[in-house]
């Protein structure tokens, strides 16, 4: 489906207009798609397509995943939690994992970023250097 730069610039406006203390309010992005439903503007299929893509995209960035080898205690998530939302803003959904494939340290993947100090990681680099 071929999406209009006018029905673009209608669904990047409707996505931020979703927006409360730059982070995405997910009644308010209900509301929204209610509110195109029920007025039927021009091109109203493509503004929701691509507000779809939008609101996908801003999960996809603000999902975390924190893997380590063992459980992690209390101190140490919230710590976690802490530079991380200094470092990356409010609103991310994080989760944490167990891998014992790692062996020690972390693997921490914010939507495309991957930042991997994990033991089994610095083997890897070790054996690709010989």
Do not use: W
Not at 55 to 72: C, G, M, Y
Not at 88 to 98: K, P, S
């Amino acid at each position: 489906m071929r999406i209009s730069k006018q029905a673009r610039r209608d669904a990047k406006q409707l996505f931020r207009s979703c927006h409360v203390n730059a982070v995405l309010d997910d009644q308010k992005a209900r509301q929204a798609v209610q509110l195109v439903i029920a007025q039927k503007p021009r091109g109203y299929a493509g503004i929701l397509t691509h507000f779809h893509r939008l609101v996908k995209l801003d999960l996809e960035r603000r999902a975390v995943r924190v893997e380590s080898a063992t459980p992690l205690d209390g101190a140490i998530e919230g710590a976690l939690r802490s530079n991380l939302t200094r470092k990356y803003g409010a609103g991310l959904n994080i989760a944490f994992a167990q891998n014992p494939a790692l062996l020690g340290g972390l693997r921490i993947k914010v939507g495309s970023d991957l930042i991997d100090s994990s033991i089994q990681a610095r083997l890897d680099a070790l054996a690709d250097s010989f």
